[in-house]
């Protein structure tokens, strides 16, 4: 009997271990400054906007009419705007990768925990269905139930060692649990007028509506009246949707704004139900060593703390995702923020 709880202290205190936080996490900065120098996509973005300020610029130099040099700026503007989205989803696939390691472990552990209660129910099973106590259907169901959690063991081990892989592919480091990124400190300070400065979409709009005007002023007073009539109709078009895309931006700015706030008290209410999972997981170890609980009662505990750590985690992840589109909507790189 004590050496059975001394190696079911020892597996509860590495469930315990990868349920906690990480009290040293690493930092988004560090993160990035690894994952930019390993991955050649990155130095690919950075080439591309390079290349389109160039084209830009001897656009504008080279220019004959204002709109050449209309033209040239509404190119960079839509090579600014794929840059942003390239560097995000760069930002969103590495934030993706690390958290993915760590849900991983929590799966892993409490697969491990369920498998010792399946291998606990299995142990008494035949003697309590020779005694009467249980029929063959429970019998049966609870050998099922052990083949099953078996075979989970196999696959969240695979999915574990899978997504490590895959953070050295993206990052170019081994992973260790000080690579998952804590929650920055972070206060959204732009106001409505500079977040649409700031916004690509709403430049290239205006921009095409710049450029239709300069086509109906370059029309030949001997234009046709259908060629005429056709430019005028795309200017109207293009004055419209220069409307729709700075309501489109001041709603945007309102969403990103209220979705930050949202997830910043989810994060919290993610954080107090962690806490109080970890206090009853706590109170049950307690009860196991007097003998007041069973096993099983004490490893459904410890699974459950670890469910709130895959809550906690989804949330702290959703939250600087969110960080990261906030920067990039208004012109700031979220890599090392």
């Not at 597996?11 to 315990?16: C, D, R, S």
């Not at 990052?171 to 959204?188: M, N, Q, R």
């Not at 700015?253 to 954080?271: G, H, V, Y």
């Amino acid at each position: 009997m004590k050496r059975r709880s001394s190696i079911v202290l020892v597996l509860v205190a590495a469930a315990m271990a990868m349920a906690a936080p990480p009290l040293s996490a690493g930092t988004l900065k560090d993160l990035f400054t690894a994952a930019t120098q390993s991955n050649q996509d990155y130095s690919m973005f950075k080439i591309d906007l390079e290349l389109a300020q160039l084209k830009k610029n001897k656009g504008e130099i080279e220019a004959k009419v204002e709109l050449d040099r209309v033209n040239a700026q509404f190119a960079y503007v839509s090579a600014l705007s794929d840059y942003r989205k390239s560097v995000l989803a760069f930002y969103n696939e590495v934030i993706d990768a690390a958290f993915a390691v760590a849900t991983a472990e929590a799966d892993a552990t409490a697969v491990g925990l369920n498998l010792e209660n399946a291998k606990e129910d299995d142990k008494y099973a035949e003697s309590r269905f020779r005694n009467g106590l249980i029929s063959e259907e429970i019998l049966k169901e609870i050998d099922i139930a052990l083949k099953t959690v078996s075979a989970n063991q196999e696959f969240t081990a695979w999915t574990l060692q899978d997504a490590k892989d895959n953070v050295r592919l993206v990052t170019g480091l081994a992973w260790e649990p000080k690579l998952l990124p804590d929650v920055p400190v972070f206060e959204a300070k732009a106001t409505a007028d500079e977040w649409i400065a700031k916004d690509p979409a709403l430049e290239k709009a205006r921009l095409s509506e710049k450029i239709a005007a300069l086509k109906i002023a370059a029309l030949a007073t001997n234009a046709s009246v259908y060629d005429r009539k056709i430019l005028e109709t795309e200017s109207l078009r293009a004055k419209v949707a220069a409307a729709n895309a700075e309501s489109d931006s001041r709603r945007a700015f309102e969403s990103a704004l209220s979705t930050l706030k949202n997830q910043a008290a989810l994060l919290q209410i993610r954080n107090d139900e962690y806490a109080l999972k970890k206090l009853t997981f706590d109170d049950a170890l307690r009860q196991y060593e007097k003998g007041i609980i069973s096993l099983n009662d004490k490893n459904l505990k410890a699974i459950a703390v670890l469910t709130a750590q895959k809550n906690l985690l989804a949330a702290r992840k959703s939250y600087v995702k969110t960080i990261g589109a906030y920067l990039s909507a208004i012109g700031e790189s979220p890599l090392g923020f």
